[in-house]
C-alpha cells in the first residue's frame, strides 16, 4: 500500500505551511524532519513522557500523539517560537538560575507545561505545580529544581529566589 | 515506533463518517482526540486501514441541558468538562472525576466519547456511566439508538456499539436533591492508570441510605457494579457496621483479574479502602 498523503494547511509559529502530508506522519516527526524544527523532542513516541509538547491553539498537547494531518487548519506554537517571541524567557530564565536543566532532554516540553502553568494557574502552590506538571518526565533533576524555577516566575521572580537565599536554600 | 500506513478522511457530518465506516468496513476506525488510538497506532498494536477523523463534525462539542439530563458531545474534551459550570452543578461526580483522567496535556486533547467507546477497563468515565445510569448515544445507517451505560459495556474493549456506529455523545441524568457523590483511584502515579477506583453515588434521605450506586474500575473486565455491597448501604446510616458490611459484601462482587500493577488480592483489599473512605465521607457531608 502506498503511503497515503493528506493535504494539510497549519500555522506554524505565526508561518503559514501547506503541504502534503503522509497520514501516519505524527506532529513532531512533520516539525523536526520537514521543517527543521528540532527543539520538540520524541521521546517514549506514546504518549507518556511529555517531551514531545506543542501547543496547538494554545494549549499543550502531545506532539506523538496528534497527527500532522489532524492541525490542518490550527495553530501550532513550538518551543522555538515561543522563545523568540519572548513569552518563555522568565521561565527560561529561571530554569537556568534554578538549575532546572540539566540533559535538556525534557525541557521543552517541560517549559509547554510552565507556561500553561503561567497563563492558567497563577495562584498554583507547589503540590499543585507538581500535579501540572506530572505528565513531563525528568530523569536528572529529581523535579525539585523544576518546581523551584516555576514558582520563581509565578510569584514574580526576584522576590522567591530573594527568599531561597534568605533560607539558605530553599531545598 | 512509527504508526502503520493508514487512509485518513476528515469527514464534514455524522452522516458522511456513517457513510465512510459502511463504505469501508470493519478496519476502519473513528478517530476522536487519539489519545489511545495513536500511541496504539504507534505502538503498533493497532492498524487500521483508515482512520475517519470526526474532529470537524459540527454539533459533537457541546454540553448542554436537554430535560432531566445533561448532554455532553463525543468530542467533548477532558479540559472541556474540567471548565464546565453545568457539569460541576448537575453532574458533579463527573467533575470530581476529571482531574484523575490522565495528564494536562492529554486532557487538552483526549474525549469523553473516545473514552467511552474504547471502554477501557481501567478508564474513569465508564465506571462514572454506570454509576450515574448515563445512556450512550450512537448514530449508524439503521437511525439513532440509546443504550444503557450498564448494558453498553459488555466487556474487555467491548461494548455494544456495532461497527458502522458512531457513539455521538451520552446523557447524564441531573443529580437529584439528597444525591451525594464520590470519586476515587488509586494509582502509582497520579494521572497513571489506577489499580483500582471507584464511582460512588449514594442517596440519602436525612442520615439514611434511600439508594446506593458504586462502580468500580480495573477491577474486572469492565465497570463492576458492586450489587452486594450497595444492598448492605441501603436503608442503613452508613455506620461503621454498615461500612463492615459493605467491604465484606464485595467479597462476593468483585473478581478482578491481576495486572502488572497489582495482584488480584491487592486490588481487593484497595477496593475496600476505597469504599471505607468513600462512605466515612459521604455520611459527614451536608
Do not use: W
Request: with cysteine.
Amino acid at each position: 500500500m502506498s503511503e497515503t498523503r493528506i493535504k494539510t494547511c497549519v500555522t506554524v509559529n505565526g508561518q503559514s505551511v501547506e503541504r502534503e502530508i503522509p497520514a501516519r506522519q505524527h506532529l513532531v516527526d512533520f516539525l523536526r524532519e520537514d521543517l527543521g524544527l528540532t527543539g520538540s523532542h520524541l521521546g517514549c513516541e506514546h504518549g507518556v513522557c511529555g517531551a514531545c509538547q506543542v501547543m496547538v491553539d494554545g494549549q499543550v498537547v502531545r506532539g506523538c500523539l496528534t497527527l500532522a494531518a489532524q492541525t490542518d487548519g490550527r495553530r501550532v506554537d513550538t518551543v522555538e517560537g515561543l522563545s523568540d517571541n519572548g513569552e518563555l524567557a522568565a521561565l527560561q530564565q529561571a530554569f537556568l538560575e534554578h538549575n532546572a536543566f540539566q540533559c535538556g532532554y525534557c525541557s521543552s516540553g517541560m517549559l509547554l507545561t510552565a507556561l500553561h502553568i503561567v497563563r492558567n494557574h497563577p495562584q498554583a502552590d507547589r503540590d499543585e505545580i507538581r500535579d501540572l506538571i506530572s505528565g513531563n518526565y525528568c530523569r536528572c533533576t529529581g523535579y525539585h529544581a523544576i518546581v523551584d524555577a516555576i514558582e520563581t516566575v509565578l510569584r514574580g521572580a526576584g522576590s522567591a529566589l530573594a527568599q531561597a537565599k534568605h533560607n539558605g536554600g530553599s531545598r | 515506533m512509527k504508526a502503520p500506513n493508514f487512509d485518513y478522511v476528515r469527514a464534514g457530518s455524522v452522516q458522511q463518517a456513517i457513510d465512510e465506516l459502511v463504505a469501508r468496513g470493519d478496519s476502519a476506525q473513528i478517530l476522536a482526540g487519539g489519545q489511545s488510538l495513536m500511541a496504539m497506532l504507534n505502538l503498533r498494536l493497532s492498524a487500521p486501514s483508515c482512520l475517519i477523523d470526526i474532529a470537524g463534525v459540527p454539533g459533537l462539542r457541546e454540553i448542554e441541558q436537554v430535560g432531566k439530563t445533561v448532554r455532553i458531545g463525543a468530542m467533548v474534551t477532558h479540559a472541556q468538562l474540567q471548565q464546565s459550570a453545568l457539569i460541576a452543578d448537575q453532574v458533579p461526580l463527573l467533575a470530581q472525576t476529571v482531574p484523575h483522567v490522565a495528564h494536562l496535556a492529554i486532557r487538552n486533547s483526549g474525549t469523553i466519547g473516545g473514552s467511552l467507546a474504547l471502554a477501557d477497563p481501567a478508564a474513569e468515565y465508564p465506571a462514572v456511566a454506570v454509576a450515574l445510569q448515563a445512556n450512550i448515544l450512537l448514530q449508524g445507517p439503521r437511525g439513532a439508538r440509546s443504550v444503557a451505560a450498564d448494558a453498553f459495556f459488555e466487556g474487555f474493549y467491548r461494548t455494544a456499539r456495532q461497527p458502522d456506529e458512531i457513539l455521538v455523545g451520552v446523557e447524564f441524568p441531573i443529580a437529584p436533591a439528597g444525591r451525594r457523590v464520590h470519586f476515587d483511584e488509586l494509582s502509582r502515579r497520579r494521572g497513571d492508570y489506577a489499580m483500582v477506583g471507584l464511582a460512588a453515588a449514594l442517596d440519602f434521605d436525612g442520615a439514611r441510605i434511600t439508594a446506593a450506586r458504586l462502580a468500580y474500575l480495573a477491577a474486572g473486565e469492565r465497570p463492576v457494579l458492586a450489587r452486594q455491597a450497595m444492598a448492605a448501604l441501603v436503608g442503613t446510616s452508613a455506620d461503621d457496621k454498615a461500612i463492615q458490611a459493605a467491604q465484606q459484601a464485595l467479597d462476593a462482587d468483585l473478581d478482578p483479574p491481576g495486572d502488572l500493577q497489582a495482584d488480584p488480592a491487592t486490588k481487593k483489599h484497595l477496593a475496600r479502602v476505597l469504599l471505607g473512605r468513600c462512605i466515612q465521607q459521604l455520611r459527614q457531608a451536608t
